[in-house]
């Protein structure tokens, strides 16, 4: 079976388990029969659940109509969320839900959905209204208010066991700051599931309560999935067993796994305040965005946001403020600039906050890194004015392998290193395709029993590692992201191994740069050849 179309998550050993699933869009058949293979194997599931568009093109009306007429049947109960374009809202007589064909049910435009066994769902269709009025595939701040209202109105009321949406929460992947946060922020879902991104990606779970100054509470867990038989075998398949919230052991409960973080929807309030309720909640003017789109085309400050500040320069993540002066090292550092043991000859490119050198016994001659000057021991570890001039360093490099015909491939190793190394290798166009550079990074990793998650492009990596998080990183020439959080015994040579292989730059005797180690002399020379190849991209030669 393969890991990375269908995954199992449990929390408690107990049955009946559930499926999740991401955008379908018109594979009916294909899902069905994935479904039954798996039921097959694994036994009877007692629902599947589908967040995304479950229609798509009129070339897949065909497969729909065997089902609606009867000429074929869903093998689980299938409750699906509404359109989440104008080209789909035609597949949904009744905006309030009904049954579509038998076993398929349309949930409706957003409500609450409780099962037999007293499992609650929660549930909203469609992608967010932009403008008034809304158009029928989107919903409104009322919709928002006539879903949570009743809710919070029951003193009982402690969260929800699963939220199904199309589009992903504004935030998901970030700490405090998102300036919106009423569905996930009051629903607290045990698990939330979305789609419409065409990836997978889980987030770590995160708390429902303030440690220290509130009664502890559940954890959360947000899960994108991935488009129906997709051709790079993204996960579209979640399977998981949760036992309903009112069954459960108050105790067993509120059990905070070890890899828990912050509520990423949560406004972080000084001096121990407690925070305001949202305004949809007190009749105040609703915010616009309780969603964020990955897919959004229009820059931030194109958008009207009717008096309203901007609350970020773009999409970035609002970084905590931290002060200018790094943390020292313990010992001798050999990549802090000011420390006697930097080898200066081979700097590239020096700015306010970061540099650029090569890489000692690198797998090319221009293979380069970048480097945080003060101490700083992850890029999750940096100060928001590093993060912004790391960015700079980052986008020089990409334009400079690009006017060369190379891929600019980039990753870091988080684990038995003191010091941040961002290691950037390119990689000719003509060797490979992006395809096979991520292909080659995960069947070494899945041989060498690690599993690469990809994450998406916007993905803030301190929200997914937290600061002491041991971890490997890759970034891909499209903007692509893969991560594995290191448990232990991480090989060090990964990152050079997989790209040194046959697959890629085919110089597997370069993989351990011990072994590919110059005279002083060659490195001053290849530093001198770069420096001056790098200059009309060097944005701190410029200032």
């Not at 006539?146 to 199904?164: M, Q, W």
């Not at 879902?189 to 708390?207: I, M, Q």
């Not at 979640?238 to 067993?252: C, G, H, L, T, W």
């Not at 070890?258 to 949560?266: A, G, I, K, L, M």
């Amino acid at each position: 079976m393969n890991s990375r179309v269908f995954c199992v998550h449990a929390d408690f050993v107990s049955f009946p388990l559930r499926l999740a699933c991401g955008d379908v869009e018109g594979r009916i058949n294909a899902l069905f029969n994935r479904v039954n293979a798996i039921q097959k194997k694994s036994g009877q599931f007692d629902l599947l659940l589908c967040v995304g568009e479950f229609f798509g093109t009129s070339e897949a009306e065909a497969e729909w109509e065997a089902y609606k007429s009867g000429a074929k049947k869903a093998p689980i109960h299938t409750y699906i969320l509404g359109a989440a374009s104008q080209e789909t809202v035609k597949y949904f007589p009744n905006s309030d839900g009904c049954e579509l064909a038998e076993s398929i049910t349309y949930l409706g435009r957003r409500g609450i959905f409780t099962g037999a066994s007293g499992l609650q769902i929660a549930y909203v269709s469609g992608r967010e209204a932009q403008h008034e009025p809304a158009l029928s595939h989107c919903f409104t701040s009322k919709d928002i208010t006539a879903l949570v209202a009743p809710l919070l109105s029951n003193s009982k009321f402690r969260g929800v066991d699963i939220l199904l949406t199309s589009q992903w929460p504004r935030g998901v992947w970030q700490y405090g700051n998102s300036p919106v946060r009423v569905v996930y922020f009051l629903l607290k879902p045990r698990y939330h599931f979305a789609g419409l991104e065409a990836v997978h990606y889980e987030r770590l779970p995160y708390r429902n309560h303030v440690v220290l100054q509130e009664n502890a509470q559940h954890v959360s867990r947000f899960i994108a999935l991935a488009t129906v038989n997709n051709p790079a075998k993204k996960k579209y398949l979640y399977a998981f067993n949760i036992v309903p919230m009112k069954n459960m052991d108050p105790a067993e409960l509120v059990k905070q796994p070890q890899d828990v973080t912050e509520n990423p929807y949560r406004k972080p309030m000084k001096d121990g305040k407690k925070e305001k309720p949202p305004p949809s909640m007190t009749g105040e003017e609703p915010v616009s965005q309780f969603f964020f789109d990955l897919g959004q085309k229009k820059p931030q400050h194109q958008q009207h946001h009717h008096g309203r500040k901007r609350q970020t320069d773009g999409d970035r993540p609002n970084y905590p403020k931290q002060p200018r002066r790094p943390p020292q090292p313990t010992g001798p550092c050999w990549f802090c600039l000011a420390s006697p043991e930097v080898e200066k000859h081979l700097v590239i490119s020096i700015g306010t906050h970061c540099y650029m050198a090569l890489a000692k016994g690198g797998l090319t001659p221009d293979h380069v890194l970048l480097l945080p000057i003060g101490h700083y021991q992850s890029v999750v570890d940096l100060a928001s004015e590093v993060v912004e001039e790391m960015e700079k360093y980052k986008s020089a490099v990409k334009k400079f392998c690009k006017s060369r015909a190379q891929r600019c491939i980039m990753f870091e190793r988080n684990y038995r290193s003191q010091h941040l190394q961002l290691q950037v290798v390119p990689v000719p166009m003509e060797k490979c395709s992006t395809e096979d550079i991520k292909e080659a990074f995960m069947t070494q990793a899945e041989e060498q029993q690690m599993e690469l998650m990809e994450i998406p492009a916007h993905t803030d990596l301190k929200q997914i590692a937290p600061p002491g998080t041991p971890y490997f990183y890759v970034e891909l020439d499209t903007g692509e992201k893969l991560f594995y959080r290191i448990k232990k015994n991480f090989p060090l040579q990964f990152g050079r191994e997989v790209l040194a292989s046959e697959a890629l730059l085919n110089i597997p005797m370069r993989a351990d740069w011990r072994e590919c180690k110059c005279t002083k002399e060659e490195e001053e020379d290849q530093a001198k050849q770069m420096r001056s190849d790098f200059e009309p991209f060097d944005f701190a030669h410029e200032d």
